[in-house]
C-alpha cells in the first residue's frame, strides 16, 4: 500500500504561483493531480507516465501548469503559474500501479489527503 502526503497548498493572489509537492512511501507507477473545488466533483488536472516523457494536462491549466516527478525521491511535482481565482480547490496526488498515464480518476487507486490551494481575486 502506497502513501501519498501533498504539501504546497496555500493562499496567493490572481496571477501568483505556487508549487506543489507529492511524496508516495514507494515505488508508483504512473502518477496524476486532481482537484475538487466546494460542491463540485473532484476533476482530472495533470498526469504523468511512469518515465516522465508522457503528461496530460486538462485545457483549462495548459501553459499554466506543469507535472514533473523525481522518481529517485519518489516525489511529483505540480509547477502552477499565473493562477486565477477558478484554481481554487483542493489539490489531491494520485497513483496507480500501472505506468501509463490516465487523466480519469477512476484508474487511480492511491491518493493522498489533499492541500487546499486558494488563489485571490
Known amino acids: 500500500q502506497v502513501q501519498l502526503v501533498e504539501s504546497g497548498g496555500g493562499l496567493v493572489q490572481t496571477g501568483g504561483s505556487l508549487r506543489l509537492s507529492c511524496v508516495a512511501s514507494?515505488?508508483?507507477?504512473?502518477m496524476g493531480w486532481f482537484r475538487q473545488a466546494p460542491g463540485k466533483e473532484r476533476e482530472f488536472v495533470a498526469a504523468?507516465?511512469?518515465?516522465?516523457?508522457?503528461?496530460y494536462y486538462t485545457d483549462s491549466v495548459k501553459g499554466r501548469f506543469t507535472i514533473s516527478r523525481d522518481n529517485v525521491q519518489n516525489t511529483l511535482h505540480l509547477q502552477m503559474i499565473s493562477l486565477k481565482p477558478e484554481d481554487t480547490a483542493v489539490y489531491y496526488c494520485a497513483a496507480r500501479d500501472s505506468i501509463v498515464a490516465q487523466p480519469t480518476r477512476q484508474a487511480y487507486n492511491y491518493w493522498g489527503q489533499g492541500t487546499q490551494v486558494t488563489v485571490s481575486s
Open positions: 504523468i507516465n511512469w518515465s516522465g516523457g508522457t503528461t
Open positions: 514507494g515505488r508508483t507507477g504512473s
